[in-house]
C-alpha cells in the first residue's frame, strides 16, 4: 500500500485533483443541471464524502484487491487514513450514521487507486441502492440505471456480463460441502486461479496442509481435541517467549488450525467436482441461462431452490426492459473482485470487446452494512462507471467536452 503525508492544512485543499487528466473528467462530466437531474429523477440525492477516509472500514470490508492498491496515511495519533477508493463503502457508512431505512444515493467524484497501465486518480459516476426490500426490482433497476449513466456518456453499444454467487453458493450448499469449505470457496469466487487451487486441495490434488504440525499437535487437531490443541499453543508460546499481547493468542491460534483441519479432513469426490465444475462452465446468452441451469440441476441432482427462483424472475424483469444495442450474457464462474458482492454482480464493456477494461460494474452487497457496525440486515446494491475509461472512446470524448459541472461530492 502506498503512503502519503498526511495534509497540515485542510484535507480538500490537499488532496484535490491536480492531474490534467481528472481535471478534465470533473470539469467536463456533464452539465451541473444535466446531472442533478439525471439523479433526482432517479429518486438519488447526492451524499458528501469527504477524499480522505478511515481506512478501517475499507481494508475490513473491500478485501485484498483494494488492500494492495490504496494510498495509505495517518494522522499524529496513530489513525489509518486513505484517500478515497471508491464510494460505496463510505456511502454505506454515511446510511448507517443517518439511521435510515432506506435510501437511494447518486456520485461523481475522483478517487486514488493503484491500477495497471492506467491513472492512479481517476472518475467515477454511480448510484447505490440501499433498504430496498424489493430485491429483484433493485437488481433490475441498478442494471438499467448503469446503462441509462453510460448512455448519457456518449456510450452506444455496449455488452454485459452478469454472474450470480447466490446460485453458485446453492450448488456448493447441494453438493454437501462443510460450511468452512462453503465460506473458503465463496471468498474466491470469480478468482479463477484461487478457485481451481482451493478445488485441488478440496480434491487432495495438493499436499498435506497439516504435515508441517507437531506430530502431537496434530493428533489432538484431527481427533477435534480443542482444549488440548489449546494448551500446546500456549505452552509453544510460553517456551518460545511469545507473549499472547503482543499477537494472536492462543484461542485465535486454536481457531484458526481447527479451521484447517476441518478443511483438511474433507474430500471432494470427482463426480462433484465434475459437477461443480460443469456449472462454473455457462458462458451463454442470459435468455436461455435459466433452461440451462434447470437442466443441470436436474443433471447432477443439485438443488438449487430460491437462488434459482430469483434468477428467474431477474433474467424475466430484464428481459422487460427491452434495452437496446446491450447484449447480456450470463457467466456462472463470474464474480467481481470485491469481497463485499453476495450476488447479482454485472460489468459493463464496450461491444465488440470481450478483453478490454469495463467501462462500468456493479452488483448486490447484502452483507456489507452489517460488517460496518448495522445491527439491522439491510440489502443494497449498486453501480459505478470508470469515467476515464468511458473518455477514450471518441463518442464519450465529444460528450465531455460539451458538458460542464463542478464536482458536488467532493466540495
Known amino acids: 500500500m502506498p503512503s502519503i503525508e498526511m495534509p497540515s492544512k485542510s484535507v480538500d485543499e490537499q488532496v484535490a485533483p491536480t492531474k490534467p487528466r481528472a481535471k478534465m473528467q470533473l470539469a467536463k462530466l456533464g452539465g451541473e443541471q444535466e446531472l442533478s437531474a439525471f439523479f433526482k429523477a432517479r ?44 464510494f460505496t463503502i463510505p456511502v454505506a457508512l454515511g446510511h448507517i450514521e443517518k439511521g435510515k431505512a432506506k435510501g437511494r444515493y447518486g456520485y461523481a467524484g475522483t478517487v486514488f487507486r493503484l491500477r495497471d497501465e492506467e491513472p492512479q486518480e481517476f472518475v467515477q459516476v454511480g448510484i447505490e441502492d440501499i433498504g430496498a426490500k424489493n430485491r429483484i426490482a433493485a437488481d433490475t433497476r441498478s442494471l438499467a440505471d448503469c446503462v441509462e449513466t453510460l448512455r448519457m456518456l456518449g456510450a452506444k453499444r455496449l455488452s454485459i456480463s452478469t454472474g450470480d454467487q ?49 506430530p502431537k499437535l496434530r493428533e489432538v487437531l484431527e481427533a477435534g481435541d480443542e482444549e488440548a490443541v489449546k494448551k500446546i499453543i500456549a505452552k509453544q508460546m510460553k517456551a518460545s517467549g511469545l507473549s499472547p499481547k503482543t499477537g494472536r493468542t ?31 462452465s455457462l458462458d451463454l446468452a442470459m435468455d436461455k441461462a435459466n433452461v440451462k441451469l434447470w437442466a443441470l440441476a436436474r443433471k447432477y441432482d443439485i438443488s438449487l431452490g430460491d437462488a434459482l427462483e430469483d434468477f428467474h424472475k431477474r433474467l424475466t424483469a430484464i428481459e422487460k426492459l427491452q434495452l437496446e444495442n446491450v447484449s447480456i450474457k450470463y457467466r456462472a464462474g463470474f464474480g467481481r473482485s470485491l469481497d463485499y458482492y453476495t450476488g447479482f454482480v454485472f460489468e459493463v464493456r464496450k461491444s465488440g470487446k470481450p478483453d478490454s477494461k469495463p467501462l462500468a460494474g456493479g452488483g448486490r452487497y447484502d452483507h456489507l452494512l452489517n460488517v460496518l457496525g448495522s445491527k439491522q440486515d439491510i440489502p443494497a446494491i449498486g453501480f459505478s462507471v470508470w469515467v476515464d475509461r468511458l473518455s477514450r472512446t471518441a463518442d464519450a470524448a465529444k460528450k465531455l467536452q460539451q458538458m460542464q459541472i463542478q464536482n458536488r461530492s467532493a466540495k
Do not use: Y
Open 250 to 280: 492462543p484461542d485465535e491460534i486454536t481457531a484458526r488450525l481447527m479451521q484447517k483441519a476441518e478443511l483438511a479432513a474433507v474430500n471432494l469426490s470427482a463426480d462433484k467436482r465434475h459437477a461443480l465444475e460443469s456449472f462454473l
Open 43 to 86: 429518486n438519488c440525492t447526492m451524499p458528501h464524502v469527504g477524499l480522505l477516509q478511515p481506512a478501517d472500514p475499507i481494508l475490513n470490508a473491500a478485501g485484498e484487491d483494494i488492500r494492495r492498491r490504496i494510498f495509505m496515511t495517518a494522522d499524529q495519533g496513530g489513525t489509518s487514513f486513505c484517500l478515497r477508493p471508491e
Open 166 to 214: 447466490a446460485i453458485f453458493e446453492a450448488v456448493l450448499q447441494s453438493l454437501g460441502l462443510p460450511q468452512a469449505w462453503q465460506e473458503r470457496l465463496g471468498r474466491v469466487f470469480g478468482d479463477t486461479k484461487r478457485l481451481k487451487s482451493d478445488l485441488d486441495k478440496l480434491s487432495g490434488k495438493k499436499g498435506d496442509e497439516l504435515a508441517s504440525l507437531d
